[in-house]
């Protein structure tokens, strides 16, 4: 069900006001390109933005991790983008959605992804940290945005 949800969908059921018009900028003509994309079909640049955008990552997350499921170093401009942007979440999203901590830990577990960026690299330790961390805590309700 989550693949089919689009942002116009999300803002609907959060009660969230986004204007009908393209803002003037690359993001806003960006989120208006992807408004009624179902997540599912979202590119790694669109997770990628969507992401370091903390837009919606109650709902974008879990179908990232599903993407990273087949390339743990996917992404656009790099491989290990998409970690390094999950990366740049909150520990409070990870600690408010205990189950995507744990799929991602899973992820991380099941696989030693090699690579020479230092960013990815550092994305990597920090994740596998934070996904330990809200494994081990009492978790969350889910808080919603990130």
């Known amino acids: 069900m989550m693949l089919r949800l689009t942002f116009r969908?999300?803002?609907r059921?959060?009660?969230v006001a986004v204007s009908e018009e393209g803002a003037d900028s690359g993001l806003g003509d960006w989120y208006q390109s992807v408004r009624d994309k179902p997540l599912g079909e979202f590119s790694n640049k669109d997770f990628g933005i969507a992401c370091r955008q903390r837009l919606y990552g109650e709902f974008v997350v879990p179908v990232l991790l599903t993407r990273l499921e087949s390339d743990l170093l996917?992404?656009?401009m790099y491989e290990g983008e998409l970690l390094?942007?999950?990366?740049?979440l909150p520990r409070d999203f990870w600690v408010n959605n205990p189950v995507a901590a744990c799929v991602l830990g899973t992820l991380l577990d099941s696989s030693a992804p090699?690579?020479?960026d230092e960013d990815v690299i550092?994305?990597?330790?920090?994740l596998r940290s934070v996904a330990r961390a809200a494994g081990s805590g009492s978790g969350g309700s889910g808080s919603g945005l990130i």
Do not use: N, P, Y
């Open 9 to 11: 969908r999300i803002e």
């Open 13 to 15: 059921c959060k009660g």
């Open 74 to 76: 996917a992404g656009d």
């Open 84 to 88: 390094v942007a999950l990366a740049g």
């Open 114 to 116: 090699e690579s020479d």
């Open 122 to 126: 550092v994305a990597l330790k920090h």
